[in-house]
């Protein structure tokens, strides 16, 4: 049997490969789409939290606050993205997708970027997916617990 070391590096090593492989798919997605991988992710952001200020989804995808600003302007330029006014403080604006945008992302964009997934797990008997979801929930809750508790 392996060790926990080698469990550990074969763990990694996959779960390297198979992040780059669905990064393909946001690649080829994307490409697809005439967006950039940046703007599809402002739009997924933007589908689970409309609303969002500039500032906030900024924080949330880890981008330079002039980044962020840059795509919003050319996503408000072509009709994707609109700004609204806080109505809390009308000296800020939310974000919020058109309604063909959230059609897109409520519509198209899960089933075109799971497709490679999806066809997988067509692929496996009911326990064999029951098993790779159980797999997957214990070693996202021992790593989880593991990190808070440092």
């Not at 952001?45 to 900024?58: A, I, M, N, V």
Request: charged residues 30%; negative net charge.
């Amino acid at each position: 049997m392996a060790s926990e070391k080698d469990d550990a590096v074969f763990i990694r090593q996959v779960i390297k490969s198979l992040s780059k492989f669905m990064d393909r798919t946001w690649e080829l997605e994307a490409q697809k789409s005439g967006l950039t991988r940046a703007q599809v992710n402002v739009f997924q952001e933007l589908y689970h939290s409309p609303g969002t200020s500039l500032k906030d989804l900024s924080a949330k995808l880890g981008m330079a606050h002039s980044t962020i600003s840059g795509i919003i302007d050319r996503l408000e330029k072509k009709g994707y993205v609109e700004r609204r006014a806080d109505p809390a403080d009308k000296r800020f604006s939310r974000l919020y997708l058109t309604e063909a945008v959230n059609q897109y992302v409520d519509d198209e964009l899960p089933s075109s970027l799971d497709a490679p997934l999806i066809a997988a797990l067509q692929q496996m008997s009911d326990e064999e997916r029951m098993r790779v979801r159980d797999g997957l929930r214990i070693l996202q809750r021992t790593l989880l617990s593991e990190g808070s508790s440092e």
